[in-house]
């Protein structure tokens, strides 16, 4: 089965299939670590060092492992980078399980060429430029009579794709060149393509070898040669870099595919969790007299999931609100009451408790409001209502709970040691961040979802880098990307400006003393 070039997602369906249906899977260090992490935790894991130098012959003592293997009864997947077809050593894999009778399907994968071609944008193929491709290794370019006639390709027309080429890039190249090929011809390096740290690089024929000698050009890595690598675009604004998103789970998604689309690297490790509220009794006596309300203030997409799956638990329905109107603190609580059927009929401008309590002051004297919100929250809106003179009622439609550890895996352990940002995007969220990751949010950038939010960074003595335009998860998005291109890719790498310390909670080492208790989380 094809691993394919490294990032997860870029496996197919029928290979996801094939993992979570093994009783063994057996891999090499290509594969990525959130691959692996699809293997059911049942499934038995079966590592292959293939740099070990006494194996002389790493694709046969392999093969003769699977044949042992699945003589066992067991269903056996050999998971391999990229596509298992291509410079992956089939040949002698396949040749012991042939011989021993072994039933062999072969899963495609997606190969390191089309992946490079893809994260930098252009075509392998061209009517105009390149109607042909060429995929060859350069690893066995020096010194070897059997190796790869570059001399003779460099009259080839088209694209070649050079895997494994960096090593010998000096000897190909002059081949090529003193073949013909001209000085001028574009080539687009990718190396580690897909994964976190993927570099890319653009030359040509001639400057290449030097290029690669001076730039520090990295393996694995494969080249792409002739015209159609001249339309290969820049550096995305978030290329490489591991970015937090500690959004309950559930709810990242939105987020973590803002950020793969701006190039970086999305990593999940949510630092609450959202749990049922302590008690529902107040919950459902609200929910039994909706219909003498005058309105419905949900406070966040969580506060509309809690009440509506309340609402069908006691066998009611949307009829029971009556004349009650519904009023939402920003568009995702909006789209999440149309989402169930439910109208919203207000949204206010400002997408905070503040700009809910200023859309009410023309509301009667004396309405009724029904805030729908977790059990513990700002209590700016219901102060500031009944200061009105309105009768204010709040019930909790869930809570939120922070997680006490780091989840174990590879993808969380490399954004603690790794991450370049990490999103906050609630006052509890930030509370809950620095109970988990501590002193070590100093050495990243903060990226804050609102004024709010950045008012709950600073009681920890936390600047926020950047801070949203607007509390929406492309305005956090866009205002990550525009300081990146501000600063600039070389120093992207250095830690966040902010040189306070951390008030770090009770019972763990703080930089600094405390100054007072946290807020309660928004």
Request: proline letters at 7%; glycine letters at 10%; aromatic letters at 4%.
């Amino acid at each position: 089965m094809g691993a394919g070039p490294g990032a997860a997602d870029l496996v197919t369906v029928r290979g996801v299939a094939a993992v979570r249906s093994a009783d063994v899977v057996v891999h090499d260090r290509l594969v990525p670590a959130a691959l692996l992490g699809l293997i059911p935790p049942h499934v038995e894991r079966v590592y292959i060092d293939r740099s070990d130098p006494a194996d002389h012959d790493p694709g046969q003592s392999t093969g003769e492992l699977l044949v042992r293997l699945a003589a066992a009864g067991r269903r056996v997947v050999r998971l391999k980078g990229g596509d298992p077809t291509v410079f992956a050593r089939l040949a002698e894999e396949l040749g012991p399980l042939q011989r021993a009778g072994v039933a062999v399907e072969i899963v495609p994968g997606v190969t390191a060429a089309t992946a490079a071609a893809a994260a930098a944008g252009i075509p392998l193929t061209s009517r105009e430029v390149a109607s042909s491709l060429t995929i060859v290794t350069g690893h066995e370019a020096s010194g070897k009579t059997t190796a790869v006639d570059f001399a003779a390709l460099a009259a080839v027309p088209g694209t070649m794709a050079v895997y494994m080429g960096v090593e010998q890039i000096g000897d190909w190249s002059r081949l090529m060149l003193a073949a013909g090929r001209p000085g001028d011809t574009p080539v687009l390096a990718v190396s580690r393509c897909s994964w976190p740290d993927q570099w890319t690089a653009t030359s040509t024929l001639a400057a290449c070898a030097g290029d690669a000698r001076s730039q520090g050009w990295r393996s694995p890595a494969v080249l792409i040669v002739g015209q159609v690598a001249a339309a290969a675009h820049g550096r995305e604004p978030l290329a490489g870099r591991p970015v937090i998103v500690t959004r309950p789970p559930g709810q990242e998604m939105e987020l973590v595919a803002m950020i793969r689309a701006a190039g970086g690297w999305p990593v999940h490790v949510p630092v609450i969790g959202i749990t049922d509220p302590p008690s529902w009794a107040p919950l459902d006596d609200a929910l039994g007299r909706l219909d003498t309300q005058d309105w419905i203030v949900f406070t966040s997409v969580n506060g509309v999931r809690g009440f509506v799956a309340r609402l069908r638990r006691l066998g009611r329905d949307v009829r029971s609100l009556g004349t009650a109107r519904l009023a939402a603190i920003g568009p995702a609580t909006s789209a999440e009451l149309e989402a169930v059927g439910l109208v919203c009929d207000l949204v206010p401008p400002d997408h905070r408790s503040e700009g809910l309590l200023a859309a009410f002051t023309d509301q009667p004297r004396g309405s009724r409001f029904l805030l729908v919100r977790a059990t513990a929250g700002r209590d700016l809106l219901p102060r500031g209502l009944l200061a009105q003179g309105h009768h204010v009622e709040e019930v909790a439609a869930y809570a939120s709970e922070p997680r006490a550890a780091i989840d174990d895996g590879a993808r969380a352990a490399t954004a603690v040691s790794d991450a370049a940002w990490i999103t906050v995007t609630s006052g509890g969220i930030v509370e809950a961040a620095v109970k988990l990751f501590g002193g070590r949010m100093r050495g990243w950038r903060i990226a804050s979802l609102s004024p709010v939010t950045s008012v709950a960074l600073r009681r920890f003595g936390l600047e926020p880098t950047v801070e949203a335009a607007e509390p929406s998860m492309a305005a956090l998005v866009a205002a990550i990307v525009g300081h990146e291109r501000t600063i600039g890719p070389a120093a992207a790498g250095e830690p966040s400006g902010s040189a306070q310390g951390v008030q770090m909670p009770q019972g763990q080492r703080r930089a600094r003393p405390r100054r007072g208790r946290p807020a309660d989380p928004t």
